[in-house]
């Protein structure tokens, strides 16, 4: 019974064990890169996934830049109705800047935390004399129509390419070793990868041992 009981324990321990390795590798393939992005979306009501009247005002898609894991949003809107049109960001609502005019059609530009889940939205709705509302929004993006406009460049470190031309032919011969090899670069990151799966591997192998033992115990 004690030795059921130790199996059921070493097997909890495991399970635990894989979850914490699988958790600790996805997020790094979820990452966003540095770059521009073309992204569609849709302004949806502030209890519900269901379109808001409003969403016909505004025109998809919209731009977003993402430096460092910070997001920056660009879009249009298309009726001057709209006076002011505030963005959640940090827990708190804030005016978009106003980037271009052009007749109906007004460029924002806004920070938010994430696109994952809908962000919460405010637009000042002043159609004449008599008609003048705030309407409580929600931006839905759609992550996975996420379409690369324009990735950043890495940051290349500058190096030493050759030390001088002294050295006649052995100069000549250092210096295109050296050429050749300028595109060999560590990846220390697919090492680690490469470890961490093996230990997953290695844990769902004892996950199923011990499964195997309970099942043979309680039989």
């Avoid at 979306?41 to 409003?54: L, R």
């Avoid at 830049?65 to 827990?91: H, P």
């Avoid at 129509?145 to 000549?172: C, F, R, V, W, Y």
Wanted: aromatic content about 8%; glycine content about 8%.
């Amino acid at each position: 019974m004690k030795k059921q009981t130790y199996l059921h324990s070493g097997f909890i321990f495991i399970l635990a064990l894989l979850f914490f390795a699988v958790s600790s590798v996805l997020p790094a393939s979820a990452q966003i890169a540095d770059g521009t992005y073309s992204v569609s979306y849709s302004v949806v009501k502030p209890d519900s996934g269901s379109a808001s009247m409003a969403d016909g005002y505004f025109a998809k898609p919209a731009t977003v830049k993402v430096k460092g894991g910070k997001l920056q949003v660009k879009l249009n809107t298309t009726s001057s109705m709209i006076k002011e049109f505030q963005v959640e960001s940090g827990g708190s609502l804030k005016d978009v800047a106003v980037l271009a005019t052009n007749g109906e059609q007004k460029t924002v530009q806004f920070t938010v935390d994430s696109i994952s889940s809908p962000v919460n939205a405010k637009i000042h709705v002043i159609a004449d004399a008599s008609y003048d509302h705030w309407y409580s929004i929600r931006l839905a993006f759609n992550e996975g129509s996420m379409s690369a406009i324009q990735l950043d460049e890495p940051a290349k470190e500058s190096g030493s390419a050759t030390t001088g031309e002294t050295g006649g032919s052995e100069n000549k011969q250092t210096a295109t070793n050296g050429s050749s090899n300028a595109g060999q670069v560590d990846n220390p990151e697919t090492g680690d990868s490469t470890a961490m799966y093996a230990l997953i591997a290695v844990l769902c192998g004892s996950s199923l041992i011990l499964f195997r033992k309970i099942q043979v115990k309680r039989g």
